[in-house]
């Protein structure tokens, strides 16, 4: 499935969209280049995910925790900062087992060995200045079936 936005409005409305159909225990892994709209796209999951807090690109920080609705929490990391795993591979497969969490991943190459198979993997690509084409991409039954309700 390929999603194309052209301003930052459109790629949280897709977002939220998404957070919508997530319930605890999924897995997005977003994929591009720096100022693709990863953070622009989590901040919309969250809106979906009613989460009240201001969210914020966790690049310094490596993981940011937001509570969201139905007892839900919303991880988001972003490995850009790392050269490998690292402790965090811990701290990630953890999180991922937990079936109340929505864990997002920016950078999960760096920690590619701890991503689950059951992923939704969304690529953001920039054909121009504005527009991003996001590809989703399931992988594993959970994830096809949240790419089939979008």
């Known amino acids: 499935m390929i999603i194309e936005v052209t301003n930052e409005e ?20 977003l994929v591009g280049d720096v100022g693709s709209g990863k953070t622009t796209l989590t901040k919309g999951i969250a809106t979906g995910l009613d989460v009240d807090e201001d969210v914020q690109s966790p690049s310094f920080t490596i993981s940011r925790v937001y509570s969201a609705r139905d007892g839900l929490t919303l991880a988001h990391y972003d490995f850009y900062r790392l050269g490998h795993a690292g402790i965090m591979a811990n701290e990630l497969h953890e999180t991922i087992l937990n079936p109340r969490t929505v864990t997002v991943i920016e950078w999960g190459g760096i920690v590619e060995g701890a991503l689950p ?9 920039s054909p121009t200045e504005t ?15 949240i790419e089939q309700a979008l």
């Open 10 to 29: 459109e790629m949280k409305a897709f977002g939220a969209r998404l957070g919508r159909h997530l319930n605890g225990g999924e897995v997005l892994e």
């Open 117 to 125: 198979a059951d992923r939704l993997t969304l690529n953001i690509v």
């Open 131 to 145: 527009t991003r084409r996001i590809i989703v991409e399931a992988h594993g039954l959970k994830s096809r079936k």
